[in-house]
């Protein structure tokens, strides 16, 4: 009796092993026969095929659901673990840079009392907030004044001449003219503009000339002057026209030797501008003008 059951259960093994042979080297015949034989009843009975599609679908849907929340699951666990790590990180960098602020604060209430007291006993007169108005450029100027620009803000918002124009990235002129709603506004870039400056990183001054050219020259700096380009030009604050360190433009040194300026604005693209109110007369050259010309038909 076992060496029947052990011939059988032999004979069944050999059989099982004869199939998976056989059905491993059909397999891709019978494959391409199925799919062969599902093309032309999608061509010629294209209402069954998207039926039976539609069946089978329906019937894996609920299988493929089962199947994809654990992977879901698996997948926001990661996602969660991810987020944790990255919020450990985050919050341990933000400890340490709140530890820097603490201690920064402590240094600007430290040098804001001595500042005080030094400011008292040198008996300083601080400068000043300025004031400023906001305006839209409507137009570009011609005639005398060939880089220049019209703004709507006149004498009724408070406008006067000399007040410097600017934008976010820097200065690019002042004002010359003032109407009652509008004023005109003379360009860097303008021929007849000359504006001490300093370079920010050496101290060294200059005149920025303006060339009707969209990039300013720099004049009169000395010989041993160490002018780099890329060095950064801003106000001097000499002949009361601006006050200091408004940014201007970096420096630009051509082939003939000649040293521009690249403004930091963009002269040719200017919307809104600012007009600031540093309370310097120095740049009202227009009224001084108007009054020795009154002075001399009074004489």
């Known amino acids: 009796m076992s060496v029947r059951h052990s011939s059988f259960s032999g004979w069944s093994s050999a059989a099982a092993v004869s199939w998976r042979g056989l059905s491993q080297r059909f397999s891709f015949f019978i494959f391409t026969a199925l799919a062969l034989v599902l093309l032309i009843l999608s061509r010629t009975q294209p209402a069954a095929i998207t039926s039976l599609r539609t069946h089978t ?60 007291e030094l400011r008292a006993l040198l008996n300083f007169k601080a400068e000043p907030n300025p004031s400023y108005v906001s305006a839209r450029v409507i137009a570009e100027t011609g005639g005398a004044y060939v880089r220049g620009l019209v703004v709507t803000a006149g004498k009724v918002d408070g406008v006067r001449e000399g007040m410097a124009a600017m934008t976010g990235e820097g200065l690019i002129g002042r004002v010359v003219e003032v109407g009652d709603w509008s004023s005109r506004v003379l360009l860097i870039s303008d021929l007849n503009s000359r504006i001490p400056v300093t370079l920010a ?61 690249v403004p930091t604005a963009d002269l040719g693209r200017v919307s809104y501008v600012r007009l600031v109110d540093f309370d310097l007369r120095g740049g009202a050259f227009n009224s001084i003008e108007s009054k020795m010309r009154a002075e001399s038909k009074k004489k």
């Open 201 to 261: 990183e050496t101290g060294d001054r200059a005149i920025l000339a303006g060339d009707n050219s969209p990039q300013p020259k720099l004049l009169f700096m000395a010989r041993d002057a160490s002018a780099s380009e890329g060095a950064h030009v801003v106000t001097s604050g000499h002949g009361g026209i601006f006050p200091p360190n408004l940014p201007i433009g970096v420096l630009q040194e051509t082939t003939r030797g000649t040293i521009t300026v």
């Open 57 to 116: 679908i329906d019937t894996l849907a609920p299988f493929l659901d089962a199947v994809a929340r654990p992977m879901e699951a698996v997948e926001n666990i990661g996602s969660l673990l991810r987020d944790t790590i990255s919020l450990r990180a985050n919050n341990q960098k933000l400890r340490e840079e709140n530890a820097h602020m603490i201690e920064w604060q402590n240094a600007v209430v430290s040098l804001e009392k001595e500042n005080k």
